[in-house]
């Protein structure tokens, strides 16, 4: 049987900040994975045309993805036309039900950009429609019935759109691949210039291994980690289905905490 891993961010760049430890490390479980950017990363440049750039970051992201024999998938929209409506929920359903994704890696439904957190919506629906025979997909496509797991990344900069800090439910050890994440970043050569201009970000590459280093502290066992939120699973699985965890072993631990955090606040906890 085949194992399906599923990695959707926002803009191209995305996956490589926040998912894409979690996908290398499940590609070495044996998982098949796939990486798709939602938007075209047409607004991230203070120099290029928009056809340039698009053209550009294409080619970026399919080499970051080539890296880690991930099968790429081409975007929707445009930057800034990430809008939770059906037209983009078609396409994106369609791509789903090709895939069939048994791990749904998707961004944080909290976040600082529009753009990010409509992909998780996007995402979301898009994986619960998936055994839906009459939602109609871009292009057609039929139904499956494959469970799929979905994981909520933490936002960029672990802070929500407010500045609450994020807390994972799941962290994942990346200390191991964190050199791949980091050569699979530098893929995006037209950003990092970019990002100093538009966020005062300096070090492009030093700013995901910090995140991933804060994210480890976290974790409270993890020097580099990646965090994650399982998406409730009505509609998507049975309570327990949990195959991120099954895959990794000892490379995830689950924050008691906040999963009887999450308890008490469905009113299900003690």
């Not at 445009?78 to 929920?89: A, I, M």
């Amino acid at each position: 049987m085949t194992h399906t891993a599923f990695a959707i961010g926002a803009h191209p760049d995305d996956i490589e900040f926040m998912m894409a430890g979690t996908l290398i490390l499940l590609k070495s479980a044996g998982y098949e994975i796939h990486y798709m950017n939602v938007a075209d990363g047409c607004c991230g440049t203070a120099v290029y045309s928009r056809q340039q750039i698009v053209r550009i970051r294409r080619k970026e992201a399919q080499s970051a993805s080539m890296l880690i024999g991930a099968t790429y998938h081409h975007s929707l929209v445009p930057d800034l036309d990430v809008f939770y409506d059906k037209k983009t929920l078609a396409k994106l359903a369609a791509v789903v039900r090709e895939v069939s994704p048994e791990i749904l890696l998707v961004p944080s439904p909290q976040d600082y950009m529009e753009d990010h957190s409509n992909t998780a919506r996007l995402a979301v629906s898009a994986a619960f429609t998936r055994g839906m025979r009459n939602f109609p997909t871009s292009p057609k496509r039929p139904p499956i019935t494959t469970p799929c797991a979905v994981y909520h990344a933490l936002p960029y900069g672990l802070r929500d759109g407010l500045s609450q800090r994020i807390w994972a439910g799941q962290y994942v050890d990346v200390s191991s691949v964190i050199e791949q994440k980091q050569k699979m970043l530098l893929c995006h050569a037209s950003q990092s210039d970019w990002l100093d201009k538009s966020q005062g970000l300096g070090s492009y590459a030093k700013t995901m291994v910090d995140m991933c280093g804060e994210v480890g502290k976290m974790s409270g066992k993890f020097s580099q980690a990646e965090g994650w939120r399982r998406h409730n699973p009505l509609g998507f699985g049975a309570e327990d289905f949990d195959p991120l965890s099954a895959a990794l072993g000892k490379k995830v631990v689950v924050d008691a905490e906040y999963q009887m955090d999450a308890k008490r606040r469905n009113g299900s906890g003690v």
